[in-house]
């Protein structure tokens, strides 16, 4: 039995596994949003403004490895994100926007808050796509969770038309796509492990700034731990030993937290002088 593409969204955020949606409405998502009010499983979190949704979603995925998701109007409610996306492609945060758009045969005849966010947001969203077809739907919902949450996180943003969430069509959501040409790739450069390692083996005060992809990661995979003791049946390894007072430091306060680690927390040792005899 067809569904409509509203129906649809909804059913793709369920089947993704979401739980919370940050939403501003607007005369262009006013369909999917009726649909939302209709179910229970999805939290709807109402901002006051779109640019503040989407750095809450920028906290959200920060907070739980899970990629922030977005919906807004189109014309001012898309461009108005603009600044957070940009933020979360910068910082690598997975994030999901869904913004609404006039029916597809008034694109590009000047209709009221008609605005082509999709180019706008081009260089900094790793893929965007104003969705041209009803069949088409759940496939690119999926492209989208796929390519936010995969290989380097960063942010996607999905079009919709209005006349394409009224549309009839095939209630599947795929389980798993296709993406040609995209490889993320996940493995470890040996060579670059092997070279790291070296220098830290050799350094006698090795300190490690970690940028906030470590925390990223670690929340993406259950979390990052202290490795302080090493896999050597509960006896420290030389170089985890020496990494015991490496910390992680970013933002504006990183320089103080350097200073720190260097000389209160080692305790830097200056040569003593005797006198001539």
Request: net charge positive; proline share 5%.
């Amino acid at each position: 039995m067809d569904i409509t593409g509203r129906k649809l969204f909804v059913k793709a955020l369920m089947e993704e596994g979401v739980d919370t949606i940050f939403a501003y409405p607007g005369g262009m998502v006013t369909d999917i949003v009726d649909e939302l009010y209709r179910q229970d499983a999805i939290e709807v979190v109402l901002p006051r403004h779109e640019q503040a949704l989407v750095h809450e979603a920028e906290g959200y995925a920060r907070a739980t490895g899970k990629p922030g998701i977005c919906l807004v109007t189109s014309g001012p409610g898309a461009t108005n994100t603009i600044t957070a996306i940009a933020d979360a492609h910068y910082d690598s945060i997975p994030l999901i926007v869904f913004t609404g758009q006039v029916p597809l045969d008034l694109i590009g005849n000047d209709a009221f808050q008609e605005v082509d966010i999709v180019g706008m947001t081009r260089s900094i969203t790793k893929y965007g796509v104003t969705v041209r077809d009803r069949k088409d739907l759940g496939r690119i919902i999926k492209m989208a969770f796929t390519i936010a949450t995969t290989g380097k996180p960063g942010p996607v943003l999905i079009d919709i038309p209005k006349n394409i969430q009224t549309q009839l069509g095939s209630p599947e959501y795929p389980s798993h796509v296709q993406i040609r040409g995209y490889k993320p790739n996940e493995t470890v450069h040996i060579g670059q492990l092997k070279k790291a390692y070296k220098l830290l083996k050799q350094a006698k005060r090795p300190l490690i700034l970690a940028g906030g992809g470590i925390r990223l990661e670690g929340q993406r995979s259950g979390g990052y731990h202290d490795h302080g003791k090493g896999n050597h049946g509960g006896r420290p390894s030389a170089l985890c030993g020496k990494l015991r007072y490496a910390r992680q430091v970013r933002g504006q306060q990183g320089g103080q937290r350097v200073r720190r680690a260097l000389f209160h927390r080692h305790q830097v040792q200056r040569p003593h002088y005797r006198g001539s005899e």
